[in-house]
C-alpha cells in the first residue's frame, strides 16, 4: 500500500464485513455463527484501532501539536466503538437479537461517520503531514496485531 | 493554521440544537402542505400555478425539503469533509427563524390571495437562502478539498442561491411589487430547485451515506464526477436558451434528465449489491426515493411537449418532491435524528460516574418498527398523490390527508425520540 489513505481505508472494509456477517447471522438466529462472526469482528476492529492509538495518532501529534484536538475526538469515538462491542459480546453470550440489532445498528452508524471523517480528513492529512514513511510502521502495527489476535485464538 | 490541517473540524461537530432545530420544525409544514393541498380541491392538477396549489407547494419544499437539507447540510459538512459553517449557532438561529417566517408568511400570502403577504415573505425567503447559500458555501471551502460529496454540496448551494434569487424575483412581480424583470422566472426557479439544489443535494449526500449505511460498493468514480456537473451544465445552458425563446430550447434539460435518471438506476442497482442484508426503514425509503425519481423523470419528458397536459407537469413535481425528496429526507431522518441524540447524551453524560453505561441505543431512541409505520405512510401518500392526477375528485382529498398523516406520524416519532433523550438525561442528573 502506498498511502496510510489506502491502507486504513482498506482495512475499514475488512472490518466492515465482518460486522455485516455478524449482524445476517443475528438476524438469522444463526448464534454459534454469530459468535464467531463478532469474534472476527472484534479483533479485526481492535487491531485497527490499536494500530492508529499506538502508532498513527502518536506520530501526527508529535509533528502537529494542532491534531490533539481531531485525533482526542477519534481517540473518544473509538472508546464508544469498544463500549458497543462489548454490549454486542453481551447480547450474543444471552442471544438476544433485539439488543443485538440495536447496539449494532449504533455502532454501525457511530462506525461509519467516524470513518469518513478519518477517510476523507485525518488519513489524508496524515498523508501529507507524515508522508511515505509513516506506512510501513502501520502496516507493522496491524501486522502484528493479527499475529498476536491469531496466536491467542488459536 | 499550518497547511496540513486546514479545514480539519473534526473536533468542531455542531451543538445538538444547530441541526436539530432545523429538522424539527420540518414536520409541521409538511402537515400543513397536506391540509393546504386538500384545501387547493380537485382543481389543483390542472391549476398547478394557481395560488392555492403553489402555497401548498412552497410549504412542501421550503418548510419541509430545504428546511431539513440545511438542517442536514450543518452536520453532514463536518463528517464528510471536516468543515465547519461559520458562527453555526448564530447561522442556524436567523437562518432558521427567517425561513420558518419566510415559508409561512410566503405560502400564507399565495393562498389567501395576500399580494403583500407574497412580497414579504418571498424577501424572509431570500435573505434566509441568501444567508445561508453564504455562509455554508464558507463552510464548504473549509472542508477537506477532492471530495465529490463536498463538491456537490457546494454546487447545490449555489443553485439555491440562484433559485432563490429567481423565486423571489417571480414572487415580487406577483405581488406587484418593483422587481426586475426577468422573463420567466417563475419557470427557471422550478428548475433550480428541483434539479439543482434538491437534486444535486441529494446526489451529493448519496456518494456519501448509500455505501455508508447499507454496505454497497461506492458509486463509481465517473459517477461522482460527471452527474452534478451534467446537472448544472444543463440548467445553465437552458437559463441562456428558454427566455431567448429559442426554439427546442426544454431540450438543453435532456443532460439534467439523465443524469438524474442514471443517478436513480446507479442507485437501485448498489443496493442489490449490498453487505448488510437485514431490513432498514432508511433503505426501504432510498428505494422508494429512486423508484418515484424515475417516475417523475418519465412524467416530466411529455410535460415539455408543445400543448401537453398541464398534469403532467404536476404528476413529475408531485413525484419529486414528495415522492423523491421526503422520501430521500425521512430515510435519514431515521438515522440522523438518534444518532445526533445519542451523541449529545455521550457529550453530556461523559462526566457522570456510570451513566455511559445506560444510554439508550440508537433503536430504543427511535424504534425501528416507528421508523417503519412511518413510512408505510409516506409510501400510501405518494402513491395517492400520483393517483390524484388522474382521479382528482376521488383521491385528491385522501391524497392530501395521507401527506398530512406521513409528516404528522415523523413529528411523533421525531419528538418520542427527543423525549426518549431527555429521560435518559433526567434518570443520569435528578
Given amino acids: 500500500m502506498s498511502t496510510i489513505t489506502d491502507l486504513l481505508s482498506v482495512d475499514h472494509r475488512r472490518c466492515d464485513e465482518h460486522f455485516a456477517e455478524a449482524e445476517t447471522a443475528v438476524g438469522r438466529g444463526d448464534w454459534a455463527r454469530a459468535a464467531g462472526e463478532l469474534a472476527a469482528f472484534r479483533a479485526a476492529l481492535e487491531r485497527h484501532l490499536s494500530a492508529e492509538e499506538s502508532v498513527l495518532f502518536p506520530a501526527l501529534e508529535a509533528r502537529e501539536p494542532m ?35 440495536g447496539a449494532s445498528e449504533t455502532l454501525l452508524v457511530l462506525m461509519q461517520q467516524h470513518n469518513a471523517k478519518e477517510e476523507h480528513v485525518l488519513y489524508p492529512m496524515s498523508d501529507r503531514v507524515l508522508g511515505a514513511e509513516a506506512v510501513a510502521p502501520l502496516e507493522r502495527a496491524l501486522a502484528d496485531a493479527q499475529a498476536h489476535g491469531d496466536a491467542a485464538t488459536g | ?190 428548475g433550480w430547485v428541483l434539479a439543482g439544489w434538491v437534486g444535486v443535494l441529494v446526489m451529493g449526500v448519496a456518494w456519501q451515506v448509500v455505501p455508508m449505511f447499507q454496505m454497497t460498493p461506492p458509486y463509481p468514480a465517473w459517477a461522482r464526477r460527471w452527474l452534478p456537473r451534467a446537472v448544472m451544465g444543463a440548467l445553465a445552458v437552458w437559463s441562456a436558451a428558454a427566455p431567448a425563446a429559442l426554439p427546442g430550447a426544454a431540450l438543453a434539460l435532456l443532460p439534467a434528465g439523465l443524469a438524474l435518471g442514471a443517478f436513480a438506476v446507479l442507485t437501485l442497482r448498489l443496493q442489490t449489491q449490498r453487505r448488510r442484508r437485514l431490513p432498514d426503514a432508511t433503505l426501504s425509503a432510498w428505494r422508494l426515493a429512486m423508484i418515484s425519481l424515475l417516475g417523475a423523470l418519465a412524467c416530466a419528458a411529455p410535460a415539455f411537449m408543445p400543448g401537453a397536459d398541464p398534469r403532467w407537469a404536476y404528476a413529475a413535481g408531485t413525484l419529486y418532491l414528495a415522492g423523491f425528496a421526503a422520501s430521500a429526507i425521512v430515510g435519514m431522518l431515521y438515522k440522523i435524528v438518534p444518532f445526533l441524540l445519542w451523541l449529545d447524551l455521550h457529550r453530556r453524560l461523559q462526566p457522570v460516574p456510570g451513566a455511559l453505561g445506560r444510554v439508550p441505543h440508537l433503536r430504543q431512541l427511535l424504534p425501528e418498527t416507528r421508523a417503519r409505520r412511518q413510512l408505510r405512510l409516506q409510501a400510501a401518500a405518494v402513491l395517492l398523490l400520483a393517483l390524484s392526477v388522474l382521479w382528482p375528485r376521488l383521491l385528491l382529498l385522501p391524497a392530501g390527508l395521507a401527506l398530512a398523516a406521513a409528516w404528522a406520524v415523523m413529528g411523533a416519532v421525531m419528538l418520542g425520540a427527543v423525549r426518549a433523550h431527555r429521560a435518559a438525561l433526567g434518570r443520569a442528573v435528578p
Fill in chain 1, 67 to 101: 491534531a490533539a484536538g481531531p485525533t482526542g475526538v477519534m481517540r473518544e469515538e473509538h472508546r464508544h466503538m469498544r463500549a458497543l462491542l462489548d454490549e454486542l459480546a453481551r447480547a450474543v453470550a444471552a442471544r438476544d437479537a433485539e439488543s443485538y440489532l
Fill in chain 2, 1 to 190: 493554521m499550518l497547511a496540513g490541517l486546514a479545514g480539519l473540524a473534526l473536533d468542531r461537530a455542531p451543538p445538538l440544537g444547530v441541526p436539530l432545530r432545523f429538522l424539527l420544525t420540518a414536520p409541521a409544514f409538511g402537515v400543513a402542505a397536506g391540509i393546504a393541498l386538500v384545501a387547493a380541491g380537485p382543481g389543483a392538477p390542472v391549476a398547478r400555478l394557481a395560488g392555492s396549489v403553489v402555497g401548498a407547494t412552497h410549504l412542501f419544499t421550503l418548510g419541509v425539503v430545504t428546511m431539513v437539507m440545511c438542517g442536514a447540510l450543518f452536520q453532514l459538512l463536518a463528517v464528510v469533509g471536516g468543515g465547519s459553517v461559520p458562527r453555526q449557532r448564530q447561522v442556524a438561529a436567523v437562518t432558521h427563524a427567517l425561513l420558518t417566517g419566510g415559508a409561512a408568511v410566503l405560502a400564507a400570502g399565495l393562498i389567501l390571495e395576500r399580494q403583500p403577504a407574497v412580497g414579504v415573505g418571498a424577501l424572509l425567503a431570500l435573505a434566509a437562502l441568501m444567508a445561508f447559500a453564504a455562509a455554508a458555501g464558507a463552510g464548504v471551502r473549509t472542508a477537506a478539498r477532492g471530495q465529490e460529496t463536498v463538491r456537490a454540496m457546494g454546487l447545490a448551494l449555489a443553485a439555491l442561491a440562484v433559485a432563490a434569487a429567481l423565486g423571489a424575483t417571480a414572487a415580487l412581480a406577483r405581488a406587484g411589487w418593483p422587481a426586475p424583470r426577468l422573463p420567466l422566472a417563475g419557470h427557471l426557479h422550478q
